[in-house]
């Protein structure tokens, strides 16, 4: 028995020239091994017990430059290879069931000198490099590719120098180029674009043909199509992007909404959340134009102007700044919850909040327009001395509804220092029974909470002074005359005496 065994291993083993097909079929015993040698030790063995095949030296296989040679298959299917055509060495790598193909193009070189050349066409798949089921299933022409991952870069066919590491990255990706994919399904749909950067899951999913994107992050610019130069970081941010470009968002779904928007940045745990299409806006800070929709906005600070809906060309830097503004625009907002009178304000400029009692600064005034040649219908001020008298200079102390729960003063949080002013409301009732309304002392955007603008009496208290100085002047006249005509009625009065005592020494002299 064992020498039938033997004689039959051998005739397998050393290919037997027989001229007719047989099926040698040999089962080794309980616990047998079979094992073939060499003069140095054992070169094979198979365990009966375990059924394990043991290989003591090297397996070599071919360069595999057809389909049928060098090829390791997982039941009918191709499973390792390094199939590349016989123009080239190849350096290809190929591992998982229908990783790569055997349809690599071949292509033409021009030698340079010893060892060197240069290609005349860049049709010819060589040092890919793919690992997982389906990755680089269809490339033809591809070249310096690496894939990792089932079906990563599964569709590429001239596209080279890509990266993709993760199930499905860059699955639909057939000419893109230097484009690196980490995550699963990142980069996706890719096809055409190029020099895209995405790590993890989902990020630029649905790109298409946008250029130089960089995305880092579960889902950030996922339907990003055709945009491009923009930059995401941070889960969710850009997530909605299709086509705007140049956006820089930083923080988890910061300008998430955004689909056709350009050149925005945002910065911070949902900054610049809802804008859809606008353009031209900064958001720095948690939460920083949350809700905004406008354009050409700036915000910095944690909820700065986080309400604002459509309002645009609007600056907030500050804690809370703006943080009440809905539709309001061109306005200006500097400290912490600073606030413009209310929150469809336009065309205001705020320093600080309601506890802010100093307002510094290195001159003592403030330089505005007033240049003659954008003014029209110059003319005298008809307000002055009269009414000025009419004002109501008052003597108070603040006790500001704000400081309260319920927005309800009961005089426990009052200031212990009074202060000089005006009332608003007296204020607006002079302008009202002046006709002079356009003086715009009293700002009343904000029902609640009534302002005065205190620097627009300027011009009437000048007018009154100078009011105040004709009159001075008149009465300065008339005072003179009347000092010059009581100085010549003094005269006569001399003269009369003199007069009068001529005549009585006349008589005197007579007697």
Not at 11 to 20: A, D, E, P, R, T
Not at 357 to 366: A, E, P, T
Not at 377 to 392: A, C, H, P, V, Y
Request: aromatic content about 10%; glycine content about 10%; proline content about 1%.
């Amino acid at each position: 028995m064992k020498s039938k065994i033997l004689i039959t291993l051998i005739c397998s083993v050393m290919i037997c020239n027989l001229q007719y097909s047989q099926n040698i079929s040999n089962t080794l015993g309980t616990s047998g091994v079979f094992t073939i040698k060499g003069e140095t030790g054992e070169y094979l063995t198979i365990s009966q017990a375990s059924g394990y095949l043991t290989l003591n030296r090297s397996f070599v296989l071919p360069n595999t430059t057809g389909s049928n040679l060098g090829v390791i298959y997982k039941g009918a299917n191709r499973f390792i290879h390094t199939y590349h055509t016989t123009e080239e060495t190849g350096y290809n790598t190929f591992i998982g069931v229908f990783s790569g193909n055997f349809s690599l193009l071949s292509q033409s070189r021009t030698n340079t000198g010893v060892g060197a050349y240069t290609l005349s066409s860049l049709t010819t798949g060589y040092q890919n490099t793919a690992l997982g089921s389906g990755s680089l299933q269809y490339n033809t022409g591809g070249y310096e590719n690496t894939a990792v991952g089932v079906t990563a870069l599964n569709s590429n066919i001239s596209g080279f120098q890509n990266t993709a590491m993760g199930n499905q990255s860059l699955f639909f990706n057939s000419t893109g180029k230097n484009n690196t994919a980490l995550g699963s399904y990142s980069l996706n749909n890719n096809t055409a674009g190029n020099y895209n950067t995405s790590v993890g899951s989902y990020s630029l999913f649905s790109n298409t043909t946008g250029t130089e994107n960089t995305s880092v992050g579960f889902g950030t610019l996922h339907d990003n199509t055709a945009g491009y130069d923009n930059t995401a970081l941070g889960s969710g941010s850009l997530y909605s992007n299709t086509t705007g470009n140049y956006n820089t968002a930083v923080g988890k779904n910061s300008s998430f909404y955004s689909v056709t928007g350009s050149e925005n940045t945002a910065i911070g745990y949902q900054s610049l959340f809802s804008n859809i299409v606008n353009s031209g806006n900064t958001a720095v800070g948690y939460n920083s134009l949350y809700s905004s929709t406008g354009w050409q906005n700036t915000a910095v600070g944690h909820h700065s102007l986080n309400s604002n809906t459509t309002g645009n060309y609007n600056t907030a830097l500050g804690y809370n700044a703006g943080s009440l503004v809905t539709t309001g625009y061109n306005l200006t907002l500097v400290g912490i919850d600073a606030n413009p009178t209310s929150p469809t304000a336009n065309d205001q400029i705020t320093l600080g909040n309601q506890f802010v009692s100093s307002l510094r600064c290195n001159v003592q005034s403030i330089t505005s327009l007033s240049d003659g040649r954008d003014k029209k219908n110059i003319q005298d001020l008809s307000l002055g001395l009269d009414f000025i008298t009419k004002l109501r200079p008052r003597q108070f102390n603040w006790d500001k509804r704000e400081w309260y729960d319920d927005n309800a003063s009961d005089g426990s949080k009052m200031k212990e220092a009074p202060t000089a002013g005006f009332i608003a409301q007296e204020l607006d009732e002079v302008q009202q029974t002046s006709g002079a309304e356009w003086l715009n002392l009293v700002l009343k955007d904000n029902p609640e909470k009534w302002e005065a603008t205190y620097g627009n009496l300027l011009p009437v208290i000048v007018k009154a002074i100078q009011e105040l100085k004709t009159e001075n002047d008149e009465l300065k006249e008339k005072l003179a005359k009347f000092e010059e005509m009581q100085s010549v009625l003094a005269g006569e009065i001399e003269k009369m005496k003199s007069n009068n005592n001529s005549i009585k020494e006349v008589k005197l002299t007579e007697k």
